[in-house]
Structure formats: C-alpha cells, structure tokens
C-alpha cells in the first residue's frame, strides 16, 4: 500500500469561501486515497469561541456574539451550497450544541475543561464544511472525528499525547478508510481516556498533523500558509526576508522554540524522529516549491529574527540577605511545572530570579499566590521577545534602536531581548 501523505489547513486557508474554493483546486490534481487532510477551525474562529467564554466567565450574554459566530459561517455556505443543503441544518445543530455547552456551569476551577469542550466547535464547522463542499465538486472525501484517532492525557488545553493508543487508533480506524478515500479530519482536538475533550494548545494543528504523521508512518506533510514558506523573519512585519529553501530538523524547531509561528513548535519533533520531511507551502501559489525541513538539509547562518509578543516579565527576590541558590530556583520551577507554564528566557542575579512567560489567564495570579510567601515579586506584562539567532552586530543595532529593553542575554549564536516595542 502506497504510504499516506498528511495536508493541513490553517484557519486562514479556510476563512471564507474563496479560501475554500481555493482548497479544493489545490486538491484537484493532488487528492488521492491515503491522504490525511487536516483541517483548523475557520480565520478567526478560534478567538471568537474564545471571546463567548470569556462572556460567560464574565456572567454577560454570549448569545448574541455565538448567533454573530453562527451567521458568518452560514454566510460562507450560502456562498458554496445551494440552498437545500444538508450543510445548513449540520450548522444550525453545531450551534445548538455549542450554546448548550456554554450553559454548563464555569469557574475557574473547571475552566480548562470547559474550555476545551466548547474551543472544539470551530474546527467542527470547519471541517463539516471543508468535506461538504469537497464533495459537492465531486473530490470525494471521508469525515473523521480527530477525538476519536488522537488520546490524550486529561491535561486540558494542553494535553499530552498518548502515543501508544494515538497509533493503534489510527492503524485500526484510520488506515482501513484510507485504502479507499482521503480523510478530512480536525487539528488541534482529541480526547482523554474518558471520551471527554482535550486541545493540544493554540494553533496545535501542525502538531496533529505531524502525529497522525508519525502514528500511519507518513511519506511526507505538507503545511499549506499564507506565507511562501519559512522566512529569516516575518513578512508581515519585516521587508527584505528571505525564504529558507531547506531547514535542518534542528534548526526549525529552535526557530519555533523561540516563537516563530509560522510552524508550531511541537510539530518538528515527531517528524524528526521517524525523518518523515515537512514541507511548508503557500496556498497562494500552491505550484511553488516553498521550504523543505528534512534531516540532510545544508545548516545556514543567516540572522534570523523573531518577535513573541504578549510576554511577562516576573522577578522574584529572596526576602532575607540570602543568595540565590538551588532551592529558590526549584521553588519557582516547580511552581511553573504545576501551572504548565514554559519559560521563555530566565536570568539570575545574586538576589533575584527573572524569568519571561507567556501571557495566560488565571496562572499568573496563582503564581504570585504561591511563591508570594518566599520572594519579593514584580512583574511587567504586555512586553515582546525579541530573538534573532545568528546574529551580527549591524542587525542586533537595527533591530533595538529605540526599544525599551528589560533584560538581555547573548551567547555565540542566539541575541535576546526582553523589551516594550510601543
Ligand atoms: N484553531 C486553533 C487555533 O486557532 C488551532 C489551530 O489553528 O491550529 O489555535
Ligand atoms: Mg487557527
């Protein structure tokens, strides 16, 4: 059997109707069985479940903005379907569901959960819609509940992988259907031991891409972006880039380690590990060949530059005229393992330790809460990371003109700064 080869689709190559027209002709001369298509929810909709349960978090109506959620997506199917479909009521019942499970009860000790539960709807749509329309243009497609291929711990939002039962769902429930069709299925959501449902972290559909990848043994995956590939810096932001033609396994994580988010960061690994390549195309211009991360790929060194934004800054000093040693950083490290917060950067001092985190609701506040006893703690929030990896003296002088900069760290091959970019 010839061996599967995995798509995926981000948000923004399916935001509307055109985006989704645009799927289906770069499908046209490529689809065939053995192919994983693998779906995240549609442009924004990610944020905008986020926003319903920040609403009822809030105790305020969410109603209003899910019925302003739900129009958009009819509004794209009226572009695709003619009027009686069946895609309509499949929308209208998602809906439905949706708000009922946004009438559940929600606090922040249920709040991962919650989340989970409800986050998963935009990649539902999306992908009922995607495999809809794929076959309404007679590019016949089979749908798949990604919960039911990918287990997960139950560490909701960002579960971990259980790689064991990940693969011997997907050999008995994904490999027999691909003998015969191409499969649509969701990025992002699977589902613990106990049916309920887990999401693997923001923009987690590379990493579900490059599981079921390494679950089937893939030949190869293809991320479709709106970008040509992988850039030494984001276009969106920088001019001048340039497109990295091939990538070393290693040179690409580190890339997405210090928030690149042109690939998820988790998505390398799996891949690396089995040396299945990656490929990052543009759907824009599907006929160009884009950037190929595989093992044998020639090592470059040109400066690389990239922003994390929405980042805190949190210094804790030890209250009495001790130094730093070994026990205050375990204190806060194990704090930080608890809350399943990653540190970005971290410097220590005699008397303090800084460490740079993203921004996530509650954990913060718990953070302090915890460690409040031991240390003295400031923070800053609202800062950026800004790192460039090989850099060279002319681009870091370019790069922090006028910053506000918080902290800086430097070694042979990585420049980092912690600063204010408005
Ligand atoms: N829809 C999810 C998100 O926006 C997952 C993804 O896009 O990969 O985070
Ligand atoms: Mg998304």
């Known amino acids: 059997m010839a061996k599967t080869v995995i798509y995926k689709f981000g948000g923004a190559s399916v935001k509307d109707a055109v985006a989704v027209r645009n799927l289906a002709d770069i499908l046209r001369n490529r689809l065939r069985k053995n192919m994983v298509i693998v779906i995240s929810a549609m442009g924004k909709t990610t944020n905008g479940i986020e926003n319903l349960i920040s609403s009822k978090l809030a105790n305020q109506d969410f109603y209003q903005n899910s019925t302003i959620l739900k129009s958009q997506h009819l509004a794209i199917c009226q572009e695709l379907f003619a009027e009686n479909h069946s895609i309509f009521s499949k929308v209208e019942n998602l809906f439905i569901q949706l708000n009922h499970d946004l009438e559940k009860p929600l606090s922040p000790e249920n709040y991962d959960e919650f989340y989970d539960r409800v986050i998963c709807y935009g990649e539902l749509l999306a992908t009922h819609i995607v495999m809809e329309y794929l076959c309404s243009v007679d590019q016949i497609v089979v749908w798949k509940d990604a919960r039911e291929l990918i287990q997960t711990d139950s560490g909701f939002r960002f579960a971990k992988i259980n790689w064991e039962q990940t693969k011997k769902k997907c050999e008995s429930q994904l490999l027999p259907v691909l003998e015969q069709f ?44 709106d970008v040509p590939g992988i850039l030494n810096a984001d276009p969106k932001r920088f001019p001048n880039t340039q497109l990295f033609e091939e990538l070393e396994y290693r040179q690409a994580a ?61 210094s804790f000093k030890v209250k009495d005229f001790t130094f730093i040693e070994e026990s205050h950083i375990h204190a806060v490290y194990d704090q930080l393992q608890q809350l399943k917060l990653r540190v970005n950067m971290l410097q220590t001092s005699a008397i303090s330790i800084s460490i740079v985190i993203d921004v996530q609701l509650f954990k913060l506040e718990k953070l302090l809460s915890q460690l409040k006893p031991q240390f003295e703690i400031r923070y800053n929030e609202g800062l950026t990371l800004l790192t ?35």
């Open 182 to 225: 191409p499969v649509v299925t969701q990025g992002f959501i699977g589902s613990d031991a106990k049916g309920r449902t887990t999401t693997l972290g923001r923009e987690g559909s590379d990493f579900t891409a490059a599981i079921l990848a390494s679950s089937l043994n893939a030949s190869s995956v293809t991320i479709w972006k």
């Open 388 to 422: 460039i990896l090989h850099p060279n003296p002319t681009v870091i002088a370019e790069q922090v003109a006028g910053l506000e900069i918080f902290l800086e760290q430097s070694t042979r091959t990585t420049y980092q700064v912690v600063c204010r970019t408005d």
């Open 254 to 314: 580190e890339m997405t380690y210090y928030g690149a988010s042109v690939i998820h960061p988790k998505t390398i690994k799996p891949l690396a590990n089995l040396g299945i390549p990656l490929f990052v195309k543009s759907f824009l211009n599907p006929g160009a060949s884009g950037t190929k991360i595989f093992s044998e790929a020639k090592s470059h060194q040109i400066p690389t530059i990239i922003l994390k934004e929405k980042q805190i800054l949190v």
